[in-house]
């Protein structure tokens, strides 16, 4: 493998926009020691593209930080936290995070969230996440965690297909579409009771 080079250089970004692309490194089924290409062609044949494992105590402790701290007055509890790892989903993810990238290289930096106007400062929610889960986002592409709820009934058809617009709810208080948010609370409230994070 090529060595990456430094972050916050133009060299960085000329190699993330073309780079091959591995699942982060701690997945456990589709590893990152080959390329996603090679574990989909291997997966073509299996019905199990998607494998479902239970996070590591850090990653436990870290999202549970952040939900308790965004929650406000809502009366939640965490049930589970799991990572799904879906080849194909994440292989349209490297894509797209490339050609974030290129645009990037062309345009230049993106305007960070505390940057934007009336912008409440920095995501909210990556100040709670413990670095081991920080230091693979990609600030230069505005590459941030939120929280995103949903109904019951939705979560297996995410966990194929990902979050589509197309199942939105339709005429919701911004539009249809699919949103992410800062605070645990306001993905619960626009998505109403029975709900999963």
């Given at each position: ?7 916050g ?9 073309s ?7 701690n ?7 080959k390329?996603?290409?090679e ?15 239970e ?17 406000g ?17 994440f ?49 230069e592409?505005?590459?941030y ?53």
């Amino acid at each position: 493998m090529t060595p990456v080079p430094s972050r916050g250089t133009r060299q960085y970004i000329q190699y993330r926009c073309s780079e091959t692309i591995r699942s982060p490194p701690n997945w456990t089924k589709f590893t990152s020691k080959k390329p996603l290409k090679e574990w989909i062609q291997a997966q073509a044949a299996n019905s199990e593209k998607i494998h479902f494992e239970e996070v590591d105590q850090r990653t436990h402790a870290s999202i549970k930080k952040a939900f308790r701290n965004t929650l406000g007055n809502a009366q939640l509890q965490i049930v589970n936290i799991q990572r799904i790892e879906n080849a194909d989903l994440f292989l349209k993810y490297g894509e797209e995070r490339q050609r974030l990238f290129r645009k990037v290289n062309s345009e230049g930096q993106l305007n960070p969230p505390e940057r934007i106007q009336s912008s409440l400062g920095p995501v909210k929610v990556m100040g709670y996440l413990h670095p081991s889960m920080t230091n693979h986002t990609e600030s230069e592409i505005n590459e941030y965690y939120f929280f995103h709820a949903t109904k019951p009934e939705l979560v297996e058809i995410i966990c194929k297909q990902g979050l589509d617009p197309r199942i939105a709810k339709v005429n919701g208080r911004l539009g249809t579409g699919v949103y992410g948010a800062e605070d645990a609370c306001k993905s619960h409230d626009y998505a109403g009771n029975e709900t999963y994070m």
